[in-house]
């Protein structure tokens, strides 16, 4: 049986991965292509090399058209866009995984905050779950509504998960590096050619990023994150360091990220430090944890795809858990290499 899905926001970067995921997936059945300015065109026009694929037009952003052809909607929109679409999805029996930030944040408080303004329907927010399949796995499985996590704080949970949960730190020190994909496909000067080839640089440091929030909500201890925007077009990378209590070793800190990830095929538990070309156009981290003697820090390191497993990679992930599906299916699993 295949379940008929819909994609909103099929012009953008994690709308067109989603396409490319799921257009070769056994078990759905693409049935509804949404965009905003770029509706009505054909979908060759705006993505050229997707000529010949046999999909449903790309047409406006209307929940009764997704309600009517779809069992789940993938939102791949930016946090701004159409506020009454997942109440209106949800009340028609549609199941909905959202890869904005909306219902990332259980209070909306901290949602107004980070946002700067009040949350749309916070009367939502406590069916969210927090599509994190390394941490909400079980939740997952019965969802209505998944907030897809954010690429950084993918990246860094994946890296500071074991080393939180050990009890053992206090905060966290998150530097991470995003290819210019991780901006959007909207022109603007943050992703000119001219502005980022062969440069680097910070931003939102100091607690400013939106998704510190997220981060220290997941974690449950202080996160000091300065993200970086560096010259590739898709890849994360997270260094986390973190101050220990007391010393451990390499060897211990290893089997702790072994034990926490077995049961986990998305994260695989590298001996060298992972490169975000290893990981290129697939769905899973690599994740590698280093201590550091002298200091009494640990230092892990996570390397995704923004897209992939950072956006439509773990989305597909998500709806596998959600459909009752072995987790891994569909899912791209080996890099575009070179
Ligand atoms: N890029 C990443 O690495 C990444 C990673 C994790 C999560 N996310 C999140 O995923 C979401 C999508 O990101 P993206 O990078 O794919 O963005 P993007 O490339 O800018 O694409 C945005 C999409 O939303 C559509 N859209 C915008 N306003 C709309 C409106 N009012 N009504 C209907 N459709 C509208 C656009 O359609 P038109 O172009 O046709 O107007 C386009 O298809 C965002 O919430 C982002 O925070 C992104």
């Known amino acids: 049986m295949q379940t008929p899905i819909g994609i909103a926001g099929v012009s953008g970067y994690t709308g067109v991965e989603l396409l490319r995921i799921l257009s070769a997936h056994p078990h759905v059945r693409v049935s509804a292509l949404s965009a905003g300015a770029s509706a009505g065109k054909p979908l060759d026009a705006i993505w050229p090399g997707f000529a010949g694929l046999d ?33 209106e999805l949800l009340d028609a029996g549609v199941r909905v995984i959202d890869l904005g930030t909306r219902f990332r944040l259980r209070d909306p408080s901290a949602y107004a905050r980070s946002y700067g303004h009040p949350h749309p329907c916070p009367e939502r927010l406590p069916e969210a779950v927090y599509g994190l399949p390394e941490a909400h796995r079980g939740a997952l499985r019965d969802a209505r509504l998944v907030a897809n996590p954010g690429c950084y704080p993918t990246a860094t949970a994946i890296a500071a998960m074991p080393l939180v949960e050990s009890g053992a730190v ?9 290819g210019v994909s991780g901006a959007g496909r909207s022109p603007g000067p ?47 990378l997270a260094t986390v360091t973190a101050r220990f209590k007391t010393p451990t070793t390499r060897e211990a800190l290893r089997e702790r990220f072994a034990a926490r990830y077995a049961d986990h095929p998305a994260v695989t538990l590298r001996d060298t430090p992972p490169a975000t070309a290893d990981v290129r156009g697939t769905a899973r981290a690599h994740v590698f944890v280093d201590w550091d003697d002298e200091r009494g820090a640990a230092v892990a390191i996570c390397a995704i795809d923004n897209i992939g497993k950072g956006a439509a990679g773990q989305a597909v992930h998500n709806m596998n858990l959600m459909l009752g599906l072995p987790e891994t299916t569909g899912l791209p699993w080996l890099p575009l290499l070179p």
């Open 55 to 87: 999909v449903p037009a790309v047409e406006p952003l209307d929940a009764a058209t997704l309600a009517a052809r779809c069992a789940v909607v993938f939102l791949a929109l930016p946090h701004s866009a159409a506020p009454t679409l997942v109440p």
């Open 170 to 178: 206090d905060w966290i020190v998150a530097d991470c590096l995003s």
């Open 190 to 236: 943050r992703n000119l050619y001219c502005e980022v080839q062969e440069s680097a640089v910070a931003y939102h440091a100091a607690g400013r990023h939106r998704h510190v929030a997220e981060m220290e909500q997941l974690l449950g201890v202080p996160v000091s994150f300065t993200p970086h925007l560096v010259p590739m077009r898709r890849g994360m």
